[in-house]
């Protein structure tokens, strides 16, 4: 077990070190001096890779320093993406959807985990036990996330719309806590906090499906990669040395984020046991069809333009050039 402070950043960076040994490290042919990359509670690997210092070590020698800085939700990864204070975020695929065809330029370039980061929460003792019970009800969620597709999602299912419901628009963290105070009657939720809300704060989840959350997405800046094409695929390489060593010492994962997200380790143990999967393949097929079924329920509700082509959109959103030849991590 790693003890953490400076002792554990020593044995996390000399374990994911070892997987570094054979992985080759490219030139850099141009004058970058820094790369912005998002860590996120919702991407665990993104947490070991910062807490690894593994991205600092495999760029040090061409003089390109690492920036982190930490997203709170798909929304924010992609405002930043957008407004050019990152090259590399994390958000849902219906998330990056949302964003790339109201045209913020990027490019899904990797899958981090295969999650089922989002599910409807009320109160525990709340009369509501199925989505349909939801009509007439006021619902916090964060517009443009996962959570928020998903609630979409849930709603046309039980033949509802947004229009049935009174959203209430809300950070993730703000939408727990207004949950919990009885000022609204659902929350769609999003882990570690949705954890620590079923385990802390008197709530429940009542309607769970996974195939109706998208996957978990590393994105990079459109410009960026057209700039840096081979620092992008060393990026994503160093990105699977931190997945592989999350895959291979779980515990020692979740007490990173335990500290990164300020959690108990109950709560952590809850969103990564029962609900993450980190052995997902590269980016591809798989990605493309949970994407455009997602944007399907977009455009049914509004929130993407009935004349967007979703086959060509979808199509210029996930960029699987850059993952060819990635670590195979099913093995």
Same mark, same amino acid.
């Given at each position: 077990m790693i003890r953490y ?15 570094? $040994? ?19 509670? %919702? #991407? ?6 910062? !807490?690894?210092?593994? &991205? ?22 992609? !405002? ?50 199925? @989505? ?8 916090? @969620? ?6 928020? @597709?998903?609630? @979409?999602? $849930? &709603? ?23 949950? &919990? ?18 385990? !802390? ?11 109706? #959350?998208?996957?978990?997405?590393? #994105? ?81 509700a509004g929130v993407i ?16 050039? %850059? ?9």
């Open positions: 402070h400076a002792v554990g950043a020593l044995a996390l960076a000399t374990g994911l070190l070892a997987f570094l $040994c054979a992985t080759p490290i490219a030139t850099a042919r141009d004058a970058l001096t820094e790369i912005r990359i998002d860590w996120a509670t %919702y #991407n665990p690997v993104s947490v070991a890779l910062k !807490e690894s210092r593994l &991205l600092e070590g495999e760029f040090e020698k061409d003089g390109i320093a690492i920036r982190w800085i930490q997203s709170m939700g798909s929304n924010k990864a992609l !405002e930043f993406l957008s407004a050019g204070a990152l090259d590399f975020g994390s958000t849902a695929g219906a998330s990056a959807l949302i964003g790339w065809v109201h045209g913020n330029p990027i490019r899904a370039v990797y899958v981090y985990s295969h999650p089922e980061w989002t599910a409807l929460v009320t109160r525990i003792g709340s009369e509501i036990k199925t @989505v349909a019970d939801l009509k007439g009800k006021t619902i916090a @969620v964060t517009r443009g996330t996962d959570p928020h @597709v998903f609630l @979409v999602r $849930c &709603l046309q299912q039980a033949g509802l719309s947004e229009s049935d419901v009174k959203v209430i628009l809300l950070q993730h963290a703000d939408g727990k806590a207004a949950l &919990l105070r009885g000022d609204v009657d659902a929350w769609a939720g999003l882990d570690p906090l949705m954890a620590a809300a079923e385990l !802390e704060g008197s709530a429940k989840i009542f309607h769970r499906d996974k195939t109706s #959350n998208s996957w978990g997405i590393l #994105n990079v800046r459109q410009a960026f990669a057209d700039g840096h094409p081979d620092v992008v695929r060393r990026v994503l390489k160093t990105y699977d040395l931190a997945k592989a060593w999350s895959i291979a010492h779980p515990e020692e994962l979740r007490r990173l984020l335990a500290k990164s997200a300020k959690l108990p380790l109950a709560v952590v143990e809850r969103q990564m046991s029962d609900r993450t999967e980190l052995t997902v393949p590269a980016i591809g097929d798989a990605q493309k069809t949970t994407i455009y079924e997602a944007g399907l329920a977009l455009q049914k333009r009935n004349d967007v082509d979703l086959r060509s959109a979808v199509d210029h959103l996930v960029d699987t050039q %850059y993952s060819r030849g990635e670590i195979d991590l099913r093995d």
